[in-house]
Each structure stands twice: as structure tokens, then as C-alpha cells.
């Protein structure tokens, strides 16, 4: 009953498979090997068009790297108040991104709406630019920290937004195998064809140790990635293992296989849940990840029975969104490993805990 | 015979192997794991003392967050000017080092000498330090980039100077195990009991995929670590990947076994070099690097037959290192699967052209 | 009738006298003049306290050097929704703050109140500091950008708060004069007195050319201002000419008779104003500020007559402070130079307007 | 007899009286006055060429943010050794620059050479810029810290070479009127018609309190200056106290006559000491700065004698430009307000001691 994070999970066996037949050999360092040109022609497929990938050691630091690198001095960046970056990079986009200063837009289901970034740039007009600073991009996470999926037409209309405005768009896509698996879309759908310029291409919670990618769709567009990813350390030399873990999990569709996977088991769960008279969901469940408002007494029981999930605050929630006095928002998340008996077993102890009332 | 440098060798199988052993169960993420508090006590181990390490995605990153860690506001770090910080890290030590200043050190046989350090800071005085900034760190790389070993007195004599003006002293280990091999002394024998404070531990060059860490003797010196590297985008989400390549590279001393081969292979190169009339060893081999200046037109040839070499630049060399007119300055790097048929042919060839002509 | 801001005012006669006073012999540069020693003493006895105090060229570095004298990697600032380093500085504590992120408080009346504070910092806890960043400090603005006060008391509450997270407190006193003046208090009972460790002390919107320090209270909680100041370029090299301002400024309260004939002014157009049906306040004035809500086709005509006055608007104001739908939100500022007969000109405007509907 | 520095002077009496003038009345802040638009106006007619300029408080902070200005990620500038921003500036260059590194280039009599250059480039080839960072800009110091002048074509050299590799030219100008007036050329000849695009127009230590601004002759190579400046807490709120200053000093030449002064005296000055058995000229005498070689007993007699003047230290000096064993090198610097009798007397206790020996 372990649901905590989705990167507790260690590695899908294809993926361990591939690196341990990559370790053989020599390959030229820092990127000139034939597994990351063959990666990155992968991720270019995957895609629909020729992009630039730029591996890097994290989530944080693809996000922090992609605002930077459409970011100049005094350039200010748009998320959601709950967004990862705005809350748990520990600064990271205001240091790697050398200054840039990101405002939060709250809205409901962890999603940016137009209305909501229409209102947050109406504070920075052009003509206060030289005080307030400029407005350079805007940053959606797809799949959301709420769990919840940006449509592609949903995602064109807030990057409609920012072209008005002169502003890249990025996406956190530390969940994106997710919200293409649930979308069932291809992934040029929710990317560069609704306006995406730059993506944090995550498949380390999808089932891989560690394979991060910057994706920039218009290289036009962010010309210092490479240099700004040296000078922040994260070019790795032996960028071959990175390469390795993409092409496991971009062959043959084996990342949207594993976001399937943990995708269904999030639905059981939220089947359940809504079946449930001791808790109900806080936000639909569109990925891995399921919110539930909780009774208090409940959690208590189900977290000293073993079952691994987190109370789960958020900042700025329309009332609507909010627990009851008696209840706690938490998160639980499955992932590629998550087992059917592990779900059951956690929704027959929120039941029989139910009826032991 | 490839030689084109260590981090062209793939990973020992060792390593590959305790890799596929971690891949499966769950477990806590951003090192709360078993591996990594694993790891922890074996680096500690290793040198004798409790130790802080920081895994870290490079030996980049490992090198600038060390510097940052002791770098104040207007702070100033010494190195040697051939120091891979100094000229190799597409300015990572001015950035993550927050606008840390590197003042670069010329000496012999790519090391420091205290009077060359004693030099360079007598441009630093504590009066000036409100305008010219103040001394905060020295950087020694242990192996040096002229493939050199500093002896534990050497270090000593670096670091009791850099104590008098309340500096630290960091040591680069990007190759710090063919060192400890090549001295045959401690781990702690050229670290922390010869007055480092601060280790960039890295394993990756020596025959792992991605294994390094800072490693922080004295804790109280370097309180912010853990933040900076956050901010960097450092802190590996799946941290077991990282320490279950430590663990297997620590265990058993298989971190200085290979560190034996890829030296005992250097060795071999070098002894033939020697022996030729067409090339003559720049400095003297004390690691897995052979430097020597070799017949511009043998280079070419060797090249031609399919020997991977670089030339090799040095910046400020005293006069007797530098090579004559029709030499090149040749670097060649063995690894832990260097052979030595790929030697011997590299020294046959050596010899066949020369008898050739 | 030019209410746009109190710095598009000149400078005060005695000012202007005393830089012309100054002009003249020669003076160690840097800082180490007498001028600047003697003013340095002046700002101690001001506060009853002997402090540090950094001349800088803005309120906006002051305010940023400030912040980052104690915020180190990963810190988390506090401030109001509408604080001027909030949104009016172009990304400074970002930046000059070396990667601070600021976390932004709403509060009524332009105000961070203790709940508001309790409960941002809820959202930090410090088991949550390794991820989401560690509270570094809390910013006041005093005046606030709402053109009110915090009294010795509310102050005094914050810093409380401030203390039991071990973060410090910094006050941006770009209108501390009017702040004093308002209050009649010492400027010790709203600064160390209250809990504040360090102020921007800001004489420039008070009746200077360029006069503002960075004033720390307690010197070992910001070891690091003087040489973070020279590496932002802030230390001038002819410093006498910020001190004698500063000298001109102290000496026999010429800073609280300016902010006083200032704070009079804006209560002679408070009251007006209150007194007319076709504006009413905003908030309630307490220094050189008016706020009030006015009848949009009043303001306009009010503009076409010559008044220079701006619209102004605020992010995040809770539904008692916004303005009806025929209404505008306007800012009014007083200056040490602003004359009786020019408001009550603004007045007569507002009411022959008014009867001429 | 005081030698101490240019920036110990006040300021010119015309200068204090342009303050004066320009202290009553309201206008517009933060540079939207017509002081500040008269004052660009004035530069631009002093270069001939409409240029941008931007208003910075220091120095320091001109050099700096220009050098950002054409600095992306990975920069890498280039200086003389001794040069200011080298050495001289607690790091600004760096932090500013955000994380900008500098190669120092020695060179004869405080200039780099063309040889010097390319040879400094050398190491910097295009193939390695992703791990050795790219070459973004050279900084020239007209005057030098030597006190020697480039040439028009000197400096078109240099330009030259940068224009080769795609790097801006920068000009470190904080004694630009001292060059300009010992060169009688135009302002134009020796910065864009010669190649430079960005100066640090500097008159503070030629005779303004502080009047220092980044001037940029190709706005479309440095777009984000105002940004920056802004970000870096350089924009003055009250601009026309630093457009004041210029408008003085450039009217009817004022600025070039206060350097003529000031260059004559130092002329003055280095003819006595040629002349004198006791010191002799370390470099040619080019500007309002004198560098001798003094014998160390003299100078220290001088200095009792109530003299100014400082002990030079030089990195990296070629070996003819050394003090003997019984000399220090020594600095003078002349400045506006220098009179004859006081450098007579000095020559008299330079020539008295030494008869009285």
C-alpha cells in the first residue's frame, strides 16, 4: 500500500536491461555517442518533428534550464501557485533562471485558465516593463500537481495567450507520459501543435533511474541550452547512460505502456474511493495520481495499517477546492509497479475500517 | 587504442550489476533510501572519519557547489591555471559559485606550489579585500590535469598556507582514486588529515555510470550544501541509483582495483614512450595519464592508424614543458579496461613508423 | 497639482547646500572620508544604537542587498502582495539576492498581519525545507505600498513570528521618515527596538538627490553587505556626496520637518477629499500617500486639468478594498515641496467639477 | 602633495553649480525627465552618433553590466592582467555578469596585444566553447591602469581580432577624457569608429560626483541594459542629478578641459621626476597618471613628508617593466583641481632629500 511518490518505484526491467547492455565499450563523452544521437532521434520521433534534447539530472533542473533559457534580466515567469516549480525546487528557477522571478495564478484543479492569466498580466503591461519587468513565459505542468490534464485545447488557448504577449510557453512534463496516456493523444497534440516551446521531457517517475530531457521544439527560440546546461553541471559525460534509459523507454511505446499501467491503477483507486463513505475525491482523477479529501480518523487508521500517502496542502484553493473541518486533502500516487492487490487491499481497509465504526 | 579519455569507457560490471539489483521495490526518494545512507557510511569508511557526501549529477557540479560552499560575496578562489575548473567548466565555478572570481596559479608539472599560492595571494591583502575581494577557497586536483600526484606533504603545504589567510582548501578527485593508487597511502592520508575540507569525489572517470559527491569533512564549514544543491537541480530524485554505484565501487576496494589498472596500463604506455626516440614524456606518470610531446608527424600518423589521442594545450607553462618545434603536446588517458594489446599496438606502431622512415 | 511620486520632487534647499559645501579639497575615496564617518555617526544616534550602514544608489538595492545579507541558498523571503520588491523591482531581490525567491502575503490596507504570516509560513515547514527552501526573512514595508503605518506593536507582532523560525526582519523604509513623523515615535521603536535586524533607510523620496544605507542593527547577523555591495557596484567612490546629504538630512530632524510638511499636505487632501461625493479613501491616510477610490470620469477630467495623478492597482485585495465599478483606485502623493494653494487648487477641481455635473 | 587617486577631488565647481540649478521643481523620476533627455542628447553629439546611454551609479557597475550586456551563459571575457575589472572590483564582473569568467592577458605597459589576444584566444577554439565556454568580449581600459593611451589603430586592432571570433568590444572609460585629451582625437575616433560598442563613460574621478553611464553605440547588440540595470538596482529615481552632472561637465567642453588640467599636471610631474636621480618613469607618462620606479627609502621620506602616493603592485609584468631591488614601484595620479605649487613641492622634497642625503 505504498503511495507516496511515483519516484519511489526503483526501475522499469527494460530499462535496467538496456543500461546494463550499454555498459560495454568505449563511446566519445558529453553526448557525442551514438546512443544519445539515436535518443535524441527517438524523442524526435516520438514528437512528430526534429527537436533539440538536452539531458540534464533532474526535473528541477530541466524546468529551472528551459525558463532561463527564454528568460533574459528582469523576466518574469507565470505558474500556477501550486505548481513544482513554484513551490518545490527550493529556488531553483530563481537561480538557475539567473533572476527570474515567477508569479503564481491560482485556479481551480491545479490548472492555469486564461481568465487567470489574462488577470496576472494585466499587471505587467508593456509600459511598466522598464519597472515591473517583462513578461517571458509561462509555465503549464501537464500531467498538473492536482492530477489533472491539460486538453490540447486548453493548452492552445493560455499559449494563444502568451504569443500575444511575446512569451514562450514551457511545460513541466514530470508526468507527461501520464497525461498522454489519459488524453490518448499523440504527444505533438499537447506540445509544439498547441504552442508548447520548450518541454521538460520527465520519464524518471514513469520508470527509468534518472532520464531527463530538455526538449526545445524551435531551437530558433532558446539558443544558450547547451551552454547554460555546462555551466550549471549538467552535462553528464557519460551521457550514454542516460541515452540508454530513453530508448528503452521510447521503444516500442514502453513509456506510455508504463504510464498506462500506473494510470489504471490510479482509476481503481479512485473507484474505490468514490465508492467510499469515508472519503471522496478532491479533484477527477485524469493520471497516477489521485486527491481524495480524507476523514481525519480515517488517514490515522489507514497510514498506522501501512499504506504510504501524504496530507497534501495547497495554497490559494478556491473554497470549493477545500476539506471539510472533520477531513485532510491527501495525495496518493501508483505507478508502473503498483499491483491490483495492493489497491484492493488499501480500498478493503478504508471499508473495513468503515464498518468497524 | 583508444585513449581518448576515461570517461569513453563504459562501466565496470560491477557496477552494471548492483544497478539491476536496485532496480526493483519501493523506496523512499531524494535519498531518504537504505542505499544511500548506505553509501554514506562507506564513504565514510573509506576515509576514516563521518563524513557529509552529496551526491551530485557531475564532476562539475561536484566542483562548483564544493566552491560556492566556502565562497562568500566577493569571494576569490586559487587553482592552477591548467585546472579543469579553471578552463573546463564553461564557467560553472562564477555561477553556481554565485560570482565566485578563480585567480589562476602557474607551476610546474600542473601543480601549485606554495610560493606560486603565496605569489598570488600577496595581490590579496586582507586590507584590500573590500575591493579586490577576499580569499575563500584554494582548489587542488588530486590527480592534477598533468596527471601528477600531489604527496599528503604537498597538500599539507598548500593547505597550511591557505589556513593562514582562513581559507579552505578543496580538493577536485575527478581522478582522486588513481591518485590515492599511484601514493599507495589512505584515502585520509591526502584529504582531510593533510587540511582538505571539502572532496568532489567522483567515481564516474574511474568505471561507474554517474557517481559523484562532494563529500564535506567538516560539516560546520559547509552548512549550505544541501540547499545549494537543490537550488542547482542536483538532488536525484531515485538517490538509490547513485549510491548503489557507490556501494558497489567502495565494496571490497573495487573503486582502487580498477583505479590499479587503468595506473598499471598508464605505466606500460609510458615505459614504452620512453623507450622511443619519437616521443619523450612531458611529466612523469603518476596516474592513468601519460603526457608527452610526441613527433608532430608520428601524431598524425598514429591518428591515422586509429589511435585516439588529443593534442594537448597547457596555458602559462614554464619554459622546459614546452614542447619544440616539431613536437606535439599529446595527452592519452587509460581506463580500467584499457588492454595492454591496445597499448602494445598503440607501441608497436610507434616503433614501426619509426623504423619505417 | 502634481501628486505623481514624492521622488519627482528636487531636492531640499539645505541638501543642495550642503553637497555644494562639500565640493571642494580632497578626501579619501571609498568611503573613508570624514564626511561619511560623520554621517554614519549621525544615522547612530538617529537610531540610539550604533549601527552599520552602507551607502547604496537605490532604494531597490538597499532593499535587495538587504534581503540577501540573510538569505542564503534556497531562502525564502516574505512580503506584502503589493510590497514595491514584490512587483516593482524589476527582479532585484531575485538577482542581487542571488536566486531568493519571495513569497507573496495578502493583507488589508496594504498590511502583512500575524495570521497572514502564520500562515504563509505553514506552507514552509521546516521537515520541508530540504525541497521547498528555508523562511529566511520577512520584509515590511514601513510606509507600505497602501500609504499606511505599522504601529511599534504590529511590528513588533511580525518580528515575534520572524524569531520563532529564526528568520530575520527587514524593513524597507524608502518612506521611514513619513512613517516616523506619523507615528511620533522614535525611529528606534519601529526598527531594532521592535525587532527589526536591518532597514532600508531611504532619505531620496524624502528630499535628497541620492541617499540611501543599508542600516544593520545587529552587524553579525550580515556579515557579508560591504563586500556584497562592491561586487552589486554599489560602493561610489566619492561616498562624501551621499554622506553629506545624509549629514544635511539628520541634522536638527530636517528629514522629519520635510516628511512632516509632506504627511500635512497629504491630510489637507484626505480630509478634502473625504469631504467630497465624488471620491472617497482607499485606506486611511497615515503618511505622504492618498489612496482613494474616485469616479473614473472625474479623474479623467481631473487629468485633462492638469492633475498628475496615477491609477493604481493592487493584486490580491480582499473585496472590501476594491472599487465600485464607476470608480478608479488612485494614488496621490505628497512631497516636502508640495504647497497648500496646489491642493487646494485639486480640490476646487473636484468640487467645481463636481457641481458643474 | 596629494597623489593619492583622481577619485579623492570634489567635484568642479561648475558641476556643484549644475546641481544647484537643477534642484527646485518637479519632473518626472527614474530617467523620463528632460535633464536626462538633454544629457543623452549631449553624449550622443559628443560621439557623434545617436547612441543609447544608460545612467549606472559606479564604475564598476558600467563595466560590469556592460560586459553582461553581450554575455550570455558560458561567456568568457578578456582583460589585461592588471586591469580593473581583473582586479579590482570584489567580483563584480562575475556576479553582475551572471557568472561571466575573465581571461587575463598579460601585456607590456598595461595594454593587450594583438598577439596577446590571439594567443589568449587560442585556447578558446570555436570547437570547445561547449566546455570551455565562447568568447563574448574584450575589455579594453582607455586610459590603462598603466596610465597609457591605445591608439586609434591600436585599438582597431584589437577590435579586429574580436570582430573574427563574433565577441563585442567593450571600453572600460573611467579615465576616457584623460585618453581623449592626450590623444586631441574625437571621442568617436578611438570607440565605434574604431570598432567599440559599448563604453563606461565615466566622469566621476574627472571631476562629477557621480556621473557614470554605459554607453551603447549599437543598441541592437545589447537589448537588455535597461532590464538589467533596473534588476541590478541601478536606476536612479531622481536621474537628473546624474544628467545635471553631465550636461555641465560636456557643455562647451568642460570635461576635456578639467582632463587637460589634469594631464597636464601629471605632465608636469613625470618631467620632474625624469629629471630627478632618485625615481624614474615605470611607463610613459599618456594621461593624468604617473608610474616611477622610486627608491624605497625616498619614497618612504616623501611620504613622511606628508606626499600621497601608493605602492603598485603589477601580475604578471613583463621583467622589463620591474622595480630593482632598492625601488618600489609607485603610483601618482593627477586630477583637476591639482595645482603646480603642490607638485613643485613634492619635485623640491624629491630633489631636496636627495641632496640632503
Same mark, same amino acid.
Given at each position: 500500500?505504498?503511495f507516496?511518490? !511515483? ?39 516520438t ?30 515567469? $507565470? ?17 538557475l ?11 481551480p /484543479? ?5 481568465? #487567470? +492569466?489574462?488577470?496576472? +498580466? ?8 522598464w519597472?515591473?519587468?517583462? *513578461? ?21 488557448? =493560455? ?8 512569451m514562450?510557453?514551457?511545460? !513541466? &512534463?514530470?508526468? $507527461? ?23 521538460? $521531457? &520527465? +520519464? ?6 534518472c532520464?531527463?530531457? =530538455? ?10 541550452v ?33 504510464? #498506462?499501467?500506473a ?5 481503481r ?19 497516477? /495520481?489521485? $486527491?481524495?479529501?480524507?476523514?481525519t480518523?480515517?488517514?490515522? @487508521? +489507514? ?7 501524504? *496530507?497534501?496542502?495547497? @495554497?490559494?484553493?478556491?473554497? /470549493? /477546492? ?17 499491483? !491490483?492487490?495492493?489497491? !484492493? ?13
Open positions: 500500500m505504498n507516496a511518490s !511515483d519516484n519511489w518505484a526503483g526501475v522499469s526491467p527494460k530499462v535496467a536491461e538496456a543500461l546494463s547492455e550499454a555498459a560495454a565499450g568505449q563511446a566519445p563523452a558529453y553526448g557525442g555517442d551514438d546512443w544519445t544521437g539515436r535518443a535524441t532521434a527517438a524523442i524526435s520521433e514528437f512528430g518533428r526534429d527537436v533539440e534534447a538536452f539531458f540534464v539530472a533532474t526535473g528541477t533542473a530541466a524546468n529551472a534550464l528551459s525558463l532561463a533559457a527564454v528568460s533574459g534580466p528582469g523576466a518574469i515567469g $507565470f505558474c500556477h501557485s501550486d505548481a513544482h516549480i513554484a513551490i518545490d525546487e527550493g529556488g531553483a528557477p530563481a537561480f533562471g539567473r533572476g527570474l522571478t515567477l508569479t503564481h495564478i491560482t485556479g /484543479e491545479g490548472k492555469i485558465t486564461p481568465d #487567470g +492569466l489574462r488577470d496576472a +498580466l494585466s499587471h505587467y503591461p508593456d509600459a511598466a516593463a519597472q515591473r519587468g517583462r *513578461p517571458s513565459v509561462v509555465s503549464l505542468a501537464q500531467t498538473t500537481e492536482a492530477g489533472t490534464v491539460y486538453t490540447p485545447d486548453e493548452v492552445a488557448a =493560455i499559449a494563444d495567450i502568451a504569443r500575444d504577449r511575446s514562450a510557453v514551457h511545460m !513541466d &512534463g514530470a508526468r $507527461f507520459a501520464n497525461a498522454v496516456s489519459h488524453l490518448g493523444c499523440a504527444p505533438a497534440d499537447i506540445t509544439w501543435k498547441a504552442g508548447v516551446d520548450l518541454l521538460s $521531457f &520527465g +520519464l524518471t517517475k514513469n520508470g527509468a533511474w532520464a531527463e530531457a =530538455i526538449v526545445v521544439f524551435d531551437a530558433a527560440k532558446a539558443p544558450h547547451a551552454a547554460h546546461r555546462k555551466q550549471a553541471g549538467h552535462l553528464f559525460s557519460k551521457s550514454r547512460f542516460v541515452a540508454a534509459q530513453m530508448l528503452a523507454m521510447l521503444e516500442g511505446g514502453h513509456w506510455l505502456e508504463l504510464a #498506462g499501467k494510470n489504471a491503477a490510479a482509476s483507486l479512485a473507484a474505490g474511493i468514490e465508492a467510499s463513505s469515508r472519503a471522496r475525491l478532491a479533484w477527477p482523477c485524469q493520471s497516477n /495520481e489521485v $486527491f481524495a479529501h480524507v476523514e480518523a480515517m488517514l490515522e @487508521r +489507514l497510514q498506522a495499517a501501512g499504506a504510504h500517502l501524504y *496530507p497534501w496542502s495547497v @495554497r490559494g484553493a478556491p473554497d /470549493e /477546492e477545500a476539506s471539510a473541518a472533520h477531513e485532510t486533502r491527501t495525495r496518493m500516487i501508483a505507478n508502473f509497479a503498483t499491483t !491490483d492487490a495492493e489497491i !484492493d487491499a488499501f480500498l478493503t481497509a478504508l471499508g473495513q475500517n468503515d464498518s468497524s465504526r
